[in-house]
């Protein structure tokens, strides 16, 4: 089965509020767009993945990212994550009609994949399927069979809220990376610890991280 992914990115200079602690205000949206390009880059080297779409209206990530190959969705709702994820699920399926679409955080920057190749393979098996992040509290991807509708409900508690919703949670174990999104100094420096892609190793290489 070949996924259509669906990655959600807002304006770079809003991105990564909490990393306020790790990285000053003029490097965080560099740290962002790392966090994109690399968790883009390994989306499309999988194997299960035929196209992706990012939804965003932040120029710089724009032709960033669709230089690696992304569809850029511009994000005309403004409405929130919740309502970006939808319009560009409805967006990608105009161009692939009944195809299994999920929706991938764009900060994973250890991504890899065969683990998310791994996790999409198991969320075939139903009709809506989630995985849970790192904290066990949020949610990195979030899977629709064809046919079938997203119903993002990311947010605060998002994982209590998708298994509410009647989706089904993955448990799977060795994928870290798939689960390891980075909003705070820790997430960074257990993402770090997985091994993370160029563009975040790069532009880490500059940050004075304690105990990475």
Known sequence: ??????????????????????????????????????????????????????????????????????????????????????????????????????????????????????????????PRAFLPDAAAFGTTLLAAAPERELRPAFGIDSRARHRASGAAELVLAGVDSVRQDVDTGDDLRAALALGVGPHTAAVSAGLLIPGS
């Open 1 to 126: 089965m070949q996924w259509t992914l669906v990655i959600p990115l807002k304006p770079l200079t809003r991105a990564k509020s909490r990393l306020a602690d790790t990285a000053a205000d003029g490097v965080r949206p560099g740290l962002a767009l790392a966090f994109a390009q690399d968790t883009v880059a390994a989306a499309l080297a999988c194997a299960a993945v035929a196209d992706v779409a990012v939804v965003t209206d932040d120029e710089r990530a724009s032709r960033a990212l669709g230089a690696l190959g992304a569809r850029i969705v511009p994000d005309t709702p403004a409405d929130g994550l919740n309502a970006a994820l939808a319009h560009g699920a409805a967006v990608v399926r105009r161009k692939r009609p009944g195809a299994p679409v999920a929706t991938l955080n764009a900060d994973l920057p250890a991504l890899r994949a065969r683990e998310l190749a791994r996790v999409l393979h198991a969320a075939a098996e139903f």
